[in-house]
């Protein structure tokens, strides 16, 4: 006659399983981050070899500003530094801490944004103008696309980190570990955005 496990077997049997199968969660995200970086990898391609191989005639391509290119540059590299405070403030149980830095960082995200609208309204060619712009308002608008995705995410882990009901804690911080890691890659790639469309 068959019998059925007990609770204590059945939760035995669970722990065990977790030993054996870990948490790969972080691994999924960089392998997307990778795959991800690729897509980029694309545009940086095709705009250096547009550029070297294609030349446009004499007026065709612009000189771009730098002071708000370089305001972008500042404010996202600051906002790295204020997501790795919530961090920080996370695993050492400072919740209210945490929820404040993750604040400061989504709003240097949206800082951010605005300051990108301002400069494409003041920018001296449109996005059909030649192939130069259209590569530059692509690049730079899936780059945009991100930052309003990961300002999506600081709102939504900044409520979840919330003292009473919220689900991201010391003892659970992989959503704001995951949003942190995909905030970092953004500031990244645009850090290579700033060096190939503002500097060579």
């Given amino acids: 006659m068959t019998t059925l496990p007990s609770q204590n077997e059945s939760i035995q049997t669970e722990h065990h399983d977790d030993e054996h199968h870990g948490d790969f969660r972080l691994f999924g995200l960089a392998t997307f981050l990778v795959a991800d970086g690729m897509t980029f990898a694309g545009f940086f391609a095709a705009y250096l070899t547009f550029k070297a191989v294609n030349p446009l005639p004499d007026g065709a391509i612009y000189e771009l500003e730098l002071p708000l290119p370089i305001l ?9 530094a204020t997501f790795h405070r919530a961090g920080k403030a996370l695993l050492q149980g400072a919740t209210q801490r945490c929820r404040r830095w993750l604040l400061i960082t989504g709003g240097l995200g949206l800082a951010f944004l605005v300051s990108q609208m301002v400069e494409y309204f003041t920018l001296p060619f449109g996005l059909t103008d030649n192939l130069y712009a259209s590569t530059f308002f692509a690049a730079t608008g899936f780059h945009g696309l991100h930052v309003t995705l990961g300002a999506i995410m600081i709102l939504i882990v900044w409520w979840q980190a919330r003292p009473q ?36």
């Fill in 165 to 200: 009901g919220g689900r991201i804690t010391s003892e659970a911080p992989f959503p704001l570990e995951a949003a942190e890691l995909y905030w970092h890659f953004v500031d990244g790639i645009w850090v290579i955005l700033f060096v190939i469309l503002y500097l060579l």
């Fill in 72 to 80: 972008n540059t500042v404010l996202l590299l600051v906002s790295s």
